[in-house]
């Protein structure tokens, strides 16, 4: 078994895909981007450093005007998004089992400081997560493995110790390129055929609760 769970949160643990998807939306927009909602989705689970590029190649969150699309993204997430936010189907129930077994819970999320604290709050988890990772930590974002490499240090574990919870190919992609097992969790906005390169794919965390004993997290 593994002694640590990492665990991605926006799309996996919280149900907040759409939100940030429109959060963005409504920021490029307010800089003179049209960008399609349906792109947006797609993009969420990385972080601002590799999703404004993909609107425009110039576009860096340390200079203008990207710095200033990401900082409104963050202030309408924040506002207009966050207090009506709900877990996923089954969040709760799978950090306690993951408890239950003594595993480390870890948050290793794109998500900004802030935003990870809010988010695990209004969701109702804050108080079953041991550790959390967040991208003010690191340098790269996902699919980048930082943040996984990151969360591994705070957590005291080897790769080979771990397993990492996400919605997204972005999240699977950063698990194996830190040299950790990918379980997908498809209750964000990619279906299981396309998390296809993760040891097992899930519905929702509901779903790995009933087949927590024939899991990779029992079963690796």
């Known amino acids: 078994m593994p002694k640590a769970v990492l665990l991605d949160l926006d799309g996996t643990l919280v149900d907040s895909t759409e939100a940030h998807a429109v959060s963005w939306q409504r920021a490029f927009q307010r800089h003179g981007y049209e960008v399609p909602l349906e792109r947006l989705r797609r993009w969420i689970g990385m972080g601002g450093d590799k999703l404004l590029p993909q609107v425009n190649p110039a576009l860096r969150e340390e200079t203008e005007p990207g710095k200033s699309i990401a900082a409104l993204r963050g202030e309408l997430f924040m506002k207009d998004w966050l207090p009506r936010l709900k877990p996923t189907n089954g969040a709760r129930a799978l950090l306690e089992r993951i408890g239950e077994e003594k595993l480390l819970r870890v948050i290793a999320s794109s998500a900004q400081a802030d935003e990870v604290k809010a988010l695990l709050e209004v969701a ?97």
Do not use: M
């Open 124 to 220: 109702g988890l804050s108080d079953v997560v041991d550790i959390t990772t967040n991208s003010d930590e690191v340098d790269r974002s996902k699919p980048d493995p930082d943040v996984v490499s990151k969360a591994l240090d705070k957590a005291h574990t080897r790769p080979e110790e771990a397993a990492y919870l996400g919605d997204t190919p972005y999240d699977v992609t950063a698990a194996h390129r830190a040299g950790v097992i990918a379980i997908g969790i498809a209750c964000g906005a990619w279906d299981a055929v396309e998390l296809r390169d993760a040891q097992a794919v899930y519905r929702d965390p509901a779903e790995l609760v009933r087949s927590f004993d024939a899991s990779p997290l029992r079963n690796p």
